[in-house]
């Protein structure tokens, strides 16, 4: 059975940081494309960042590059989501995604979920 289970949301003043976990179980995460994916109220899900199994080539969405960073421990089955500069904007449920092939960030092709953290930006 599949988990992927996310860790390290919460509060955070605008300009602070955060970094995201999600811990996979149940699937060899080395041979898999992470995603990170968020959904602030009243919005469709977003693609945030992935990076690939193969190289460790990653993507970004345009909103947060140069300020999120994407990385993965396979030995630790775990990949992260640091986030610099925060901005209130990048309120939402942040989950974690997994693919058995590189498909980008297109939500509609990733087949495990995390169940989500919560990130607020707010003073």
């Known amino acids: 059975q599949v988990q992927l289970v996310e860790s390290g949301g919460g509060l955070v003043q605008p300009g602070g940081s955060l970094r995201l976990s999600c811990s996979a179980s149940g699937l060899a995460m080395g041979l898999y494309t992470m995603a990170w994916f968020r959904q602030a109220p009243g919005k469709e899900r977003e693609g945030v960042s992935c990076?690939?199994?193969?190289?460790?080539?990653?993507m970004y969405a345009d909103s947060v590059k140069g300020r999120f960073t994407i990385s993965r421990d396979n030995a630790k089955n775990t990949v992260y989501l640091q986030m610099n500069s925060l901005k209130p904007e990048d309120t939402a449920v942040y989950y974690c995604?997994?693919?058995?092939?590189?498909?980008?960030?297109?939500?509609?092709?990733?087949?495990?979920w995390g169940q989500g953290t919560q990130v607020t930006v707010s003073s």
């Open positions: 995604a997994a693919h058995a092939w590189w498909v980008g960030l297109r939500a509609d092709q990733y087949n495990y």
């Open positions: 990076i690939s199994s193969s190289d460790g080539s990653t």
